[in-house]
Nanobody, 122 residues
Framework: VQLQASGGGLVQAGGSLRLSCAAS????????LGWFRQAPGKEQEFVAGISRSGSTTNLADSVKGRFAISRDNAKNTVYLQMNALKPEDTAVYYC????????????????WGQGTLVTVSS
């Protein structure tokens, strides 16, 4: 099983990025998916989650109205669209997958990607 995150980079405040996480070695449609982040010197935090069907999403309060999570089962990929980025969004972003139906907001996912760095300059 492999989760490969990509799309991070350096962006100015107010800009946008789209993160992608491509999965392999698993039956993607059976997994609920999530994005977490960890800023320097801080604990890992939940950012967004999506249910197995894709019909339900959950976003952290800090990113509501700015970020969106989606999935494409045909491409075995989950996305995190990030708009109106702020310097406080700077972090390493991790995608995660876990067997199950409903959105999972706790960091108890069984499968994790390697992370992609997002840096937002002021």
């Amino acid at each position: 099983v492999q989760l490969q995150a990509s799309g991070g980079g350096l962006v100015q405040a107010g800009g946008s990025l789209r993160l992608s996480c491509a999965a392999s070695g698993l039956t993607f449609s059976l997994y609920r998916l999530g994005w977490f982040r960890q800023a320097p010197g801080k604990e890992q935090e939940f950012v967004a989650g999506i249910s197995r069907s894709g019909s339900t999403t959950n976003l952290a309060d800090s990113v509501k109205g700015r970020f969106a999570i989606s999935r494409d089962n045909a491409k075995n990929t989950v996305y995190l669209q990030m708009n109106a980025l702020k310097p406080e969004d700077t972090a390493v972003y991790y995608c995660a997958a876990d067997l199950g139906t409903v959105v999972l907001v706790s960091p108890t996912y069984r499968r994790w990607g390697q992370g992609t760095l997002v840096t937002v300059s002021s």
